[in-house]
């Protein structure tokens, strides 16, 4: 039977009986032949040996559960250990160190490699301080754990015990259940009101009731409540609990979910339903662990379950959920806005809000459009872009961004607009190299854009890479000389970031490489890591300024209901302070200084082309060879990646790597091999 990831033991106070709980749920797991382990994140009132100071919460755990664990899983167990028996915040100040929930949480992950689950034991209840603005609760929120809740039977627990199942439903925490632990002599009239009383009003299951035991052993912690309560049996035949199976999972999808940009045959095929996800990896229903070399649709750019991410989500989501931006404002949004603004070459900017990428685009065309029609230019309805371009799936968007294989039956219902031919390296007439490019494939662009400029409000580009395209790549002096060409034609650029922000190019954005200051900014995925959805317009000032209602009303009738969502918000607030902090453009140029390199013998294999890098971007061409077209040969690549644990997607004939910024280098190194032996194997050889 597969074993949930852990549980999260808690008190409703100190002295509870969390130890002796958290012992009985370890013994009943191994009983059940899971390799549970136990952990104790913050030990105070440690105990002094020849070896150093030991955890006595720990060493009964382990005794209980007759463990030797070696030296590795120790240092995990037991992160931070204190001799004084006081509060862990005051203890963590007395020894001078500041506990870090990331730290923790880096222990527990260690502990999950080599382990099937963790029973993670509190300090104290849920609002012991860790530190001056962290509690317990914001340590169990970033585990992620369900709870379970040691309440003792006698007088005063109905309160202690209502006040803190009160806190874990308002912190949206999922609570396994409560187990009672006598820690002394007596159980009558009172203690058994009080668990019936707690029972009936909380609605919360009673996993077991612990006696007052004088000689503790595993056997008797382990007959003392009801481990079927704990961890319920799966019958893959009955009713409810079938749902659970990734058989029944399947079948059910087939019946009810339309999945995107997904062929109906490969829905009838099946494929892995994903439970989960950690670093940079997704683990299915049996699981199987793959490499997310896509970051799931360029957006996971810290990978998965981020900690610091995870908390941020939780904190916010106990203070404030939704709230309009219409005539109201809240803390998140207006963070969010500050920290963008300052990303920019003239921080004087606005961020409108939306929530996919697309809708970011719709707001830059509609700001465009009406940007003109405030300065009483109202011919300027028109844009430009480039043909191979692609910015999204509603009207506008796909206006814009047409691509044929995506967007034929909609091609009637499109407004027009001029197109500029792409600039293709891989396909130069001049046979260029991009340091010798003369950018001869600029002088249409350039005659274009001079001849529309009277009806052009916008010209809108993906800034140095065309992603849906085929990942088409292109140089940064082609997007230097496009924003002067708009700038001499007076022309609005709006750059698409959405895909290639936040780090992906080596830079925080790609426009950066060409030195340029473009009108408009859209941006979404990597803004929140791809925890939420979450978009935006980035507008400068001047643009702005014409929106005023005074003397004419000039206001920008235009919003969406989640526009900078607090929950979106507080992640991405969250998600730049990472981006900054951990360097994370930096560690992309550095990987894909990696990326490019192992790429390198892609070029000698027979049927690959055009093989190119932009920051963490690899990708190529593969050619029909054998009686194989070149998207049926990248397909037949992806399906053997995927044996391998690695998730990719093709483009038609290109086969890429997006894979999330903070790989390690090690790691990328090794995917890249593997796509090379696949490549070889699958298609013939050099």
Not at 310 to 324: D, G, K, P, Y
Not at 397 to 413: K, N
Not at 506 to 533: N, R, T, W
Request: charged content about 25%; some cysteine; aromatic content about 6%.
């Amino acid at each position: 039977m597969k074993a949930k990831r852990g549980f999260f033991i808690t008190g409703t106070d100190t002295d509870a009986g969390k130890t002796v709980a958290a012992a009985a749920v370890l013994v009943s797991l191994r009983a059940r032949g899971i390799d549970a382990v136990p952990m104790k994140p913050v030990q105070t009132g440690a105990v002094k040996s020849q070896e150093g100071f030991r955890s006595p919460d720990l060493d009964f755990c382990l005794r209980m559960a007759q463990l030797s664990p070696p030296p590795e899983d120790l240092r995990d167990m037991v992160p931070y250990i204190y001799e004084p028996a006081c509060s862990p915040h005051l203890a963590a100040a007395r020894a001078g160190r500041e506990i870090s929930i990331e730290r923790i949480v880096e222990a527990y992950q260690n502990l999950l490699q080599r382990h099937e689950c963790v029973v993670v034991e509190g300090a104290g209840g849920l609002l012991a301080p860790l530190s001056e603005t962290e509690t317990m609760l914001d340590l169990l929120s970033a585990l992620g754990l369900p709870v379970i809740l040691v309440a003792r039977p006698g007088l005063g627990t109905i309160n202690h015990t209502m006040l803190t199942l009160r806190e874990l439903e308002r912190s949206g925490i999922a609570l396994e259940g409560i187990i009672f632990c006598e820690t002394k002599v007596g159980w009558g009239e009172i203690e058994k009101d009080n668990v019936e009383t707690i029972s009936r009003s909380a609605k919360a299951p009673l996993l077991g009731h612990i006696p007052y035991l004088p000689e503790l052993s595993g056997d008797n912690l382990r007959s003392s409540f009801r481990a079927d309560l704990l961890m319920p049996q799966v019958d893959s035949t009955s009713g409810k609990d079938s749902l659970k199976t990734p058989e029944s999972y399947m079948r059910m999808d087939r019946a009810s979910l339309w999945h995107p940009y997904t062929k109906h045959s490969a829905a009838k095929e099946g494929f892995p339903v994903i439970e989960r996800g950690e670093n940079v990896y997704l683990f299915d229903a049996e699981g199987k662990r793959y490499l997310d070399a896509i970051s799931s649709w360029w957006a996971c750019n810290l990978g998965h379950s981020n900690p610091r991410l995870v908390r941020a989500l939780t904190r916010q989501a106990r203070e404030l959920q939704h709230s309009i931006l219409g005539n109201l404002t809240h803390p998140r949004a207006v963070e969010l806005a500050s920290a963008l603004a300052d990303l920019f070459p003239d921080t004087g900017r606005r961020t409108l809000f939306a929530s996919d990428g697309a809708s970011a685009v719709e707001a830059a065309l509609r700001v465009a459009v009406q940007y003109w029609h405030n300065l009483g230019e109202t011919g300027r309805t028109r844009f430009a872009a480039f043909e191979d371009s692609y910015h999204g799936d509603t009207i506008g968007a796909m206006s814009v961004g047409y691509l044929p294989d995506f967007h034929a039956p909609y091609r009637s219902i499109l407004f027009p607009v001029h197109k500029l031919k792409t600039p293709d390296c891989a396909n130069c007439p001049d046979k260029q190299s991009h340091t010798d490019c003369r950018m001869r494939c600029l002088e249409d662009i350039t005659a274009k854009i001079a001849e529309h400029a009277h009806e052009l409000a916008a010209v809108i580009v993906e800034s140095m890479c065309l992603g849906a395209a085929g990942m088409k790549m292109y140089p940064a002096k082609c997007l230097r000389k496009l924003c002067e060409v708009c700038r001499k034609n007076r022309v609005l650029l709006i750059v698409d970031e959405i895909a290639m922000g936040f780090g992906r190019t080596g830079q925080m954005f790609a426009f950066e490489h060409a030195g340029i200051d473009p009108d408009i900014v859209c941006i979404g995925k990597g803004l929140s890591g791809g925890y939420l959805p979450i978009s935006g317009a980035v507008v400068k000032e001047e643009i702005f300024d014409t929106f005023a209602d005074h003397p004419l009303d000039h206001t920008f009738y235009h919003g969406h209901t989640f526009a900078g969502n607090p929950l979106a918000a507080a992640v991405a607030v969250e998600c730049l302070n990472i981006y900054r902090e951990d360097n994370i453009v930096l560690k992309a140029q550095s990987g894909g200084k990696v990326l490019a390199e192992r790429l390198e013998p892609f070029r000698e294999v027979a049927g690959v082309a055009n093989v190119r890098c932009l920051g963490m971007i690899a990708a190529f061409e593969l050619s029909e060879k054998e009686n194989m077209s070149g998207p049926e040969r990248a397909r037949r690549i992806c399906r053997d990646m995927l044996k391998k644990g690695v998730l990719m997607r093709p483009l038609g004939a290109t086969l890429y790597l997006m894979l999330p910024l903070i790989t390690e280098e090690a790691l990328i190194a090794k995917t890249v091999d593997s796509l090379l032996d696949s490549v070889v194997s699958q298609t013939g050889g050099h």
